[in-house]
């Protein structure tokens, strides 16, 4: 703003004096170089006013008015009268300005008179209108809105001079106004994408929450048995490879608890299979609640249901065992008026150990486990070791070579470990000895030695060692190292066992079975049934 428009805001009186000396050139020249330095509509608007008021010094009031592009109507914009800036009520003539918007023509009344039909409210004479110029503002698509100027003072009426400033200046105004109303509109534009963006955003996030909410619903379905709510098979095998690895690579332990339900099948022929999967998920329960959070509880199909006990070693693992079978022992079953208590029998296998190659290796010795708990009467829990099953916990060797003495003088030995480890009753019972049912033709070599090994004759046998006749036992001492070979009936499967001699006396040896595999301590434990006369042999 330069210092005469400057003294002209400040003081009206200069109007007209400082008016009359402005160049019309300078007026518009002025409004080209200030127009384009805004892109506000009002602002704009008040500009080209504030122009005309400087270069028309017979202006006492103005308004710009712009099209509606929804409605299509004129809507006032800015207005000014010759003292100041302000909102008025209507002082321009609507027919007026409506007829410029449609004709796009430009109208100047140099003398108003009274509008016929109209009415008083809405006469310009009434509204002390002497003189008025209108023209359009004229954009590229046509008109856009107008300009309206009018005085009220005899003296200063509008000449056709003055109309041609108005129409001079209406075409930078328009191209500045309908520039301004573009950046509007690009601006709105840009706001109603960005606000899309956003909403997209939002609804992408949500959908992609419930589409994660989905996807870990439909992972927890696959993984999980329906009817127990644990782990499935499927995920307890990748449980188990993945855990046994990590075994292995830390040396860490991890043990493996395979439970099964005694006397299922009696359980749903005699109550039903509502109320046996009633008692199948309630045990799931009862064992879920008795581990740690860090362990893992599967069903592997049937009543079988797998526990996976991380850095538990095998006396830990024979404890927890214990423990959940004395609760499922004392748990009431009550459903339906019916009330049954049920026991259950566990294997138990612990890694890294010797023979194992894989968790295969310890899936099949635990379930080897719980097959010796089945068949030694159920309801209790059976430890597996490399050199042999154990019931309820592990003997210690000098226990084995009084077991070897005693059945020498042909008295059977049954061990029963209380619940402290290495604490055992050994209750001797005679008993008349079967072993007729099963004929072993054993080799034994001495290691070292390349004099062909004598035959012997098995006297007494457990699936830890045995007592072997042999016609010179004095040519063996305590400690030496042997191979055992055996030919099983009654498909004369060849077993090679690696054994120590435990003691010697003058009938034969007893040896104790060493590095046993875990497929060769199952043909042992058979081979143990056998010569009990508890099992038949093999069946065809």
Not at 180 to 202: C, D, F, G
Not at 335 to 342: A, E, I, P, R, T
Not at 432 to 439: A, N, V
Not at 468 to 484: E, G, M, T, V, Y
Request: charged share 30%.
């Amino acid at each position: 703003m330069t210092r005469i428009e400057t003294l002209i805001e400040r003081d009206p009186r200069l109007v007209g004096s400082e008016r009359e000396r402005r160049d019309p050139l300078e007026l518009l020249y002025r409004v080209w170089s200030t127009l384009g330095q805004s892109f506000d509509v009002k602002q704009i608007c008040e500009k080209i006013l504030g122009s005309l008021f400087c270069g028309l010094n017979r202006i006492d009031c103005g308004h710009i008015l712009l099209g509606d592009p929804k409605s299509g109507k004129l809507k006032e914009i800015v207005q000014r009268r010759k003292n100041g800036w302000g909102k008025l009520k209507t002082t321009y003539s609507r027919t007026i300005v409506n007829r410029v918007f449609k004709e796009g023509t430009s109208v100047i009344l140099p003398e108003i008179g009274p509008e016929e039909g109209k009415h008083p409210s809405d006469s310009i004479e009434k509204m002390a209108v002497k003189s008025l110029m209108c023209a359009p503002l004229i954009g590229r698509l046509g008109p856009m809105g107008v300009i309206y100027v009018h005085s009220t003072h005899n003296g200063q009426r509008f000449r056709k001079g003055d109309l041609f400033l108005l129409e001079a200046l209406c075409t930078p105004a328009a191209l500045a106004i309908e520039n301004a109303l573009l950046y509007l509109k690009n601006r709105q534009a840009k706001q109603a994408v960005q606000k899309t963006r956003e909403t997209l955003k939002i609804e992408v996030r949500k959908r992609t929450a419930e589409l994660l909410a989905a996807n870990r619903k439909l992972h927890e379905l696959s993984i999980t048995d329906g009817l127990t709510g644990l782990y499935n098979y499927r995920h307890f095998v990748k449980a188990l490879e993945a855990e046994y690895a990590r075994a292995i690579r830390y040396k860490h332990s991890v043990s493996l608890l395979l439970l099964d339900v005694d006397d299922f099948k009696d359980i749903n022929d005699n109550f039903g299979h509502q109320f046996g999967d009633f008692v199948l998920r309630n045990t799931a329960l009862l064992i879920k609640g008795s581990v740690r959070n860090t362990d893992l509880v599967a069903r592997c199909g049937g009543d079988e249901i797998a526990i996976i006990l991380l850095e538990a070693d095998n006396e830990s693992a024979f404890e927890i065992s214990e423990n959940l079978r004395e609760k499922v022992q004392r748990h009431s079953f009550r459903s339906q008026g019916k009330d049954l208590k049920v026991t259950v029998s566990l294997g138990v296998a612990t890694a890294p150990q010797k023979g194992f190659k894989d968790w295969e290796s310890l899936l099949r010795a635990a379930d080897q486990a719980m097959y010796r708990a089945k068949k030694a009467g159920k309801n209790q829990v059976v430890v597996f070791r490399p050199d042999g099953l154990t019931k309820r916990g592990v003997l210690p060797a000098g226990i084995k070579r009084s077991l070897f003495k005693a059945r020498l003088q042909k008295e059977s030995v049954t061990c029963r470990p209380t619940r402290r480890h290495g604490e055992l009753q050994i209750a001797m019972e005679q008993e008349k000895r079967r072993r007729s049912r099963l004929d072993f033709r054993l080799k034994v070599i001495l290691e070292g030695r390349t004099k062909q090994g004598e035959i012997g004759e098995i006297l007494d046998f457990s699936p830890h060692g045995a007592f072997i006749h042999l016609p010179d036992p004095s040519r063996l001492k305590k400690n030496d190292a042997l191979k055992l070979v055996m030919k099983l009936p009654p498909e004369e499967k060849t077993l090679r066992i690696k054994a120590r001699v435990v003691f010697v006396t003058g009938k034969g040896i007893g040896v104790e079975f060493k590095d046993v595999s875990p497929h060769d301590a199952v043909e042992l434990d058979y081979c143990f049934e056998v010569f009990k006369g508890t099992l038949p042999l093999y069946e065809a």
